[in-house]
């Protein structure tokens, strides 16, 4: 289980913020699985990526966005409810597995945040993510 702390935060790829909270609800920008400037996995999912591999990235991005949320709500018990979990998935041709890759991310938030995790989700397969990532997650969450 990955703890960043706020310097650990990767910095937005451009004119945006990490996360906005709203009338209690925090939506986190997509993040990818990197660290810094380093993309940590690469590749399309079924080619270049298995599915093993693609859930570890997704359950890596699920521990960049609750250290998001975390650092713009003042801390991880200020977290109420994961609500919605939208999750790309760099898919090659024919592979139909999105769901599964994005089991990776929920099984993580389940780990993390126990209940408070459970949310409902969206996997979408997609021809080409940012700097070839195989996947990217975004988040909206319960603050308080």
Do not use: W
Request: with cysteine; net charge neutral; charged share 20%.
């Amino acid at each position: 289980m990955s703890t960043n702390s706020p310097a650990d935060l990767n910095k937005p790829g451009g004119n945006y913020v990490p996360v906005v909270i709203h009338n209690g609800l925090a939506y986190v920008s997509g993040q990818l699985p990197r660290r810094g400037e380093d993309l940590l996995y690469s590749g399309k999912v079924g080619a270049d990526v298995d599915v093993k591999a693609a859930q570890e990235a997704a359950a890596f991005c699920v521990d960049l966005c609750i250290s998001a949320v975390s650092h713009a709500a003042g801390g991880e018990e200020k977290i109420v409810q994961v609500l919605k979990v939208v999750g790309y998935v760099a898919s090659a041709p024919g592979f139909i597995q999105q769901s599964q890759v994005m089991n990776g991310a929920s099984d993580r938030l389940i780990e993390r945040l126990g209940e408070r995790g459970r949310h409902a989700r969206t996997s979408i397969g997609v021809a080409e993510l940012p700097r070839g990532a195989p996947v990217e997650l975004e988040m909206v969450v319960a603050v308080r």
